[in-house]
């Protein structure tokens, strides 16, 4: 896959000692259960991103110039526990170089390490996931590294806040926190979701976007569609607040499954983690330094998120 820099930028921007943006694709689809294809989402977002225009008209920034390293990508898959492995291990190491590091899936599973990592690197972090579906069980088809698995580990070792849901099992209902879980139906009549959901986060916030989020009008191209999701300017302006008010550490967009025919989806994928790159580097010059702020903090990090840490910087 590592043919051609991320969207065809000048080739001395995406060295990895001039880039401040890392971004490894992992073109994972071991346990879906619906449609397959989200192994073929990575190749179809970087396509998309070379045949998009780089300025961006909102920030009037061009945030590529930050630079950006496409990473090798992580292929391992043996199994989704060793796939989990080979994703913590190079997010974390990427993390260390003190980069600001994006992950491209990938079914949702590829999370479990990418947050992993980040709960590794950063005190009180908290995971905000947009998704369709609540992703809270322990165990499913054999594997804790199940797609359905996601942030079942997230749940139980950082502060994590549901946002978007409308599709879960009877069982999830005992993991869920209720308190830090906007379900669609309630997010489309009253927007007190996005101030509430923005009070609940730790300064330090990591990001993972499953794109069946989004309506299945806007984002049909995804393994399993569920109607009533989120539209694009809604999406934007809540990210907006999120990068301006907390500090986030990196993030993750997931189950990307192109689709021939049509390829809007690709070019949303592509378009929305440009925007939250944008956003990220709005007020920091291409010559500022970048520092990350990670911390090592003791490996296995499975303790419960402490609720005294809530609105604590
Ligand atoms: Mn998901």
Redesign the pocket.
């Given at each position: 896959m590592k043919t051609n820099t991320y969207a065809g930028i000048p080739e001395e921007l995406a060295k990895l000692e001039n880039a401040k943006i890392v971004l490894i694709p992992v073109p994972y689809d071991g346990t879906s259960t619906w449609q397959k294809g989200a192994d073929k989402g990575p190749q179809a977002f970087l396509n998309a991103s070379e045949n998009m225009e780089l300025y961006d008209i909102e920030t009037e920034t061009e945030v590529y110039k930050q630079g950006v390293y496409l990473a090798e990508s992580v292929t391992e898959n043996s199994s989704p526990e060793t796939m989990v492995d080979a994703v913590h291990t190079a997010t974390k190491k990427y993390i260390k170089k003190n980069k600001f590091v994006t992950i491209f899936g990938g079914e949702?599973s590829i999370s479990i390490g990418t947050i992993r990592a980040f709960n590794e690197c950063y005190n009180s972090l908290t995971v905000l996931?947009l998704?369709?579906?609540a992703?809270l069980r322990k165990s499913y088809e054999g594997s804790t590294c199940n797609?359905a698995c996601?942030?079942y580990e997230a749940s139980q070792t950082t502060n994590l806040i549901q946002v978007g849901i409308r599709s879960m099992d009877v069982s999830e209902t005992t993991i869920m926190d209720n308190d830090k879980t906007y379900f669609a139906h309630e997010m489309a009549i009253n927007d007190s979701w996005i101030e509430s959901s923005i009070d609940q986060m730790t300064n330090n916030v990591f990001i993972t976007i499953?794109l069946?989020v989004f309506d299945p009008s806007i984002m049909p191209s995804t393994g399993t569609p569920e109607p009533g999701g989120l539209l694009w300017y809604e999406t934007l302006d809540y990210l907006k607040q999120v990068f301006k008010e907390k500090n986030v550490v990196g993030f993750d967009i997931?189950?990307l499954c192109p689709n021939k025919i049509d390829q809007s989806s690709d070019f949303l994928a592509a378009k929305l983690y440009y925007k939250m790159l944008s956003y990220k580097f709005q007020y920091s010059d291409a010559e500022d330094d970048f520092d990350n702020d990670y911390i090592t903090k003791s490996k296995n990090n499975i303790s419960k998120f402490n609720k005294d840490d809530e609105y604590e910087y």
């Open positions: 949702h996931q998704d369709a579906h992703d797609h996601a942030v499953d069946d997931v189950e």
